[in-house]
């Protein structure tokens, strides 16, 4: 019944994301980046008296659904750009790795594209539950938004910095031949 809505997938797609590139293990750096460092933060938001403001949540409800569409749209690249990249045939071997790289980098980008748009549903839905009127609620709510829009923005530079190579890389490739 639920499997229709059932997101787990995009959750550990992302998370297995979180690796460290030489060795190919789980990072606790990421972890920590990505995991801690949003708590740590939204917790001293709310300790220094800084609960969600009515104006503020109205500012996020927009941006958060101007940028999940625009994470939509760049989903639809990614994958088009996946689906096109065939194996080189009858290539040499460093020819066939940096093809397996750059389709690795893919993949990876788009998990990390399919985990920011959820946390943007996520957001939409948790901010409106930072204006209820209940203090505690109110509070809770506020340090969810805050823990994931950290975590949001240090996804989207983490999305930032995979196109950027994507690109430099295919730029660097067409201005050799």
């Not at 989903?75 to 065939?86: M, P």
């Not at 923005?153 to 660097?172: F, P, V």
């Amino acid at each position: 019944m639920f499997s229709k809505i059932n997101i787990a997938s995009i959750v550990t797609g992302h998370l297995d994301t979180l690796r460290d590139a030489s060795t190919g293990k789980k990072s606790m750096a990421d972890g920590a980046l990505f995991g801690i460092l949003p708590l740590l933060v939204a917790s001293l938001l709310l300790l220094a008296g800084h609960p969600l403001k009515e104006n503020f949540i109205t500012i996020l409800l927009a941006s958060y659904a101007i940028l999940t569409g625009l994470l939509f749209n760049l989903l639809v690249l990614v994958f088009d750009l996946i689906r096109k990249e065939g194996e080189p045939q009858n290539v040499d071997e460093v020819v066939k790795l940096d093809w397996r790289h750059k389709q690795k980098l893919l993949k990876e980008t788009f998990a990390s594209i399919s985990f920011c748009v959820l946390e943007g549903i996520t957001l939409s839905v948790t901010a409106l539950g930072a204006l209820l009127p209940w203090h505690s609620l109110k509070m809770t709510f506020s340090f969810l938004v805050y823990a994931v829009t950290v975590n949001f923005a240090l996804t989207l530079l983490m999305i930032l910095k995979r196109i950027h190579k994507l690109l430099g890389a295919e730029l660097n490739s067409s201005t050799k031949g």
